[in-house]
């Protein structure tokens, strides 16, 4: 599976923001798809995951991401988005998308099989 992620830039605090990402490369649709980031000096950090081909409705975010942000999917295209609202600077990251072919990896980085190559998101103040 290729994943590849899209739509980071250079954004103000307050402002939004919609990344995507495409998986190819499979002909069914993967479980379950994620995002992660990684801020400079800090671990990777889950953001939130949507189950793909399994049960509709299965979504979970981290704490920092609720309210703020929202996840969803695309059927059919095998995509994934993820909208920002109220960016603040300390969303600042690389962000990564990543899938887990056959369950539901939620918040768990080792259950996906593969990733992105990251788009950066920076939030100036």
């Known amino acids: 599976v290729q994943l590849q992620a899209s739509g980071g830039g250079l954004v103000h605090a307050g402002d939004s923001l919609t990344l995507s990402c495409v998986a190819s490369g499979r002909t069914v649709s993967p479980y379950s798809m994620g995002w992660f980031r990684e801020a400079p000096g800090k671990e990777r950090e889950f953001v939130a995951a949507?189950?793909?081909?399994?049960?509709?409705?299965?979504?979970l975010y981290g704490d920092f991401a609720k309210g703020r942000f929202t996840i969803s999917r695309e059927k059919g295209k095998n995509t994934v988005y993820l909208q920002m609202k109220s960016l603040r600077v300390e969303d600042t990251a690389v962000y990564y998308c990543?899938?887990?072919?056959?369950?539901?990896?939620?918040?768990?980085?080792?259950?996906?099989?593969?990733w992105g190559q990251g788009t950066l998101v920076t939030v100036s103040s």
């Open positions: 990543a899938t887990a072919s056959e369950w539901w990896s939620g918040s768990y980085a080792p259950g996906y099989e593969s």
């Open positions: 949507i189950s793909y081909s399994g049960p509709d409705g299965q979504i």
